[in-house]
């Protein structure tokens, strides 16, 4: 399977615990993005990557949000100090630099309890 | 900020019915999307539009960029139980600094065999 993957799927996790997602692209992409979605609600944008570099980060990316993707290959979410207002799915996404279309991942639920 | 709006927000239709919904924006866009999403999944990419007036065809779906460069329709014909989802329109536009794509909120689909 060649399209963007996440990891895990599924998360439940307590409130305070920190929570990390992993995403591959397609290979030959050169931008990642990371949307946060919540039930009944299109994709919101969290933040972008063209290669190693981190190039927009959105007023929803509060502090306890880090993204990376040290490679230029795959990308991480890390979550600290898990808030109720975490829960939603995070979608990864990929796409050419010279493209307007971006494929997307499964998604990864994460439930705060 | 740009904001999308999609309409109608549900849609109940008999099988075999044709089925159109539109999306608008205050802001002109550069490339307009269509993606489907099936519960629990991510995204999946159904229609790219790149330019003002262009119509696309896949399948039984048609899609129209349209010429102000603020709204965009969709239209599913022959409706099959398999097209029940949600369906988001996703625009990029023109005055943003990178080249994020911002998500309407959807219109829930649902097909009465």
């Known amino acids: 399977d060649t399209g963007v993957s996440q990891d895990p799927r599924h998360k439940i996790t307590k409130r305070g615990q920190n929570v990390t997602f992993r995403c591959d692209p397609i290979?030959?992409?050169?931008?990642l993005y990371w949307y946060r979605q919540t039930l009944g609600q299109g994709p919101e944008f969290l933040t972008y990557f063209q290669n190693e570099a981190q190039l927009e980060k959105s007023r929803l990316l509060s502090d306890r949000f880090s993204a990376e993707r040290p490679k230029g290959s795959f990308s991480t979410l890390e979550i600290q100090r898990t808030e109720q207002g975490d829960s939603a799915m995070y979608l990864c996404?990929?796409?050419?630099?010279?493209?307007?279309?971006?494929?997307f991942g499964e998604g990864s639920w994460l439930t705060v309890v | 900020g740009q904001q999308l709006n999609q309409s109608p927000q549900s849609m109940f239709i008999q099988e075999g019915e044709d089925v159109s919904m539109n999306c608008t924006s205050s802001s002109i866009f550069n490339t307009w999307l269509w993606y489907k999403q099936d519960p629990g999944e991510g995204p999946v990419l159904l229609i790219a539009l790149y330019k003002a007036g262009e119509l696309t065809s896949n399948g039984r779906l048609t899609a129209q960029f349209g010429i102000t460069r603020k709204d965009s329709f969709l239209n599913i014909s022959a409706s099959i139980p398999s097209d029940v989802g949600i369906y988001f329109c996703?625009?990029?536009?023109?005055?943003?600094?990178?080249?994020?794509?911002?998500f309407g909120p959807g219109t829930s689909l649902s097909v009465i065999p």
């Open positions: 996404a990929s796409s050419f630099i010279s493209g307007n279309t971006i494929y």
């Open positions: 290979s030959e992409h050169n931008r």
């Open positions: 996703a625009g990029q536009g023109v005055k943003t600094s990178y080249d994020k794509v911002i």
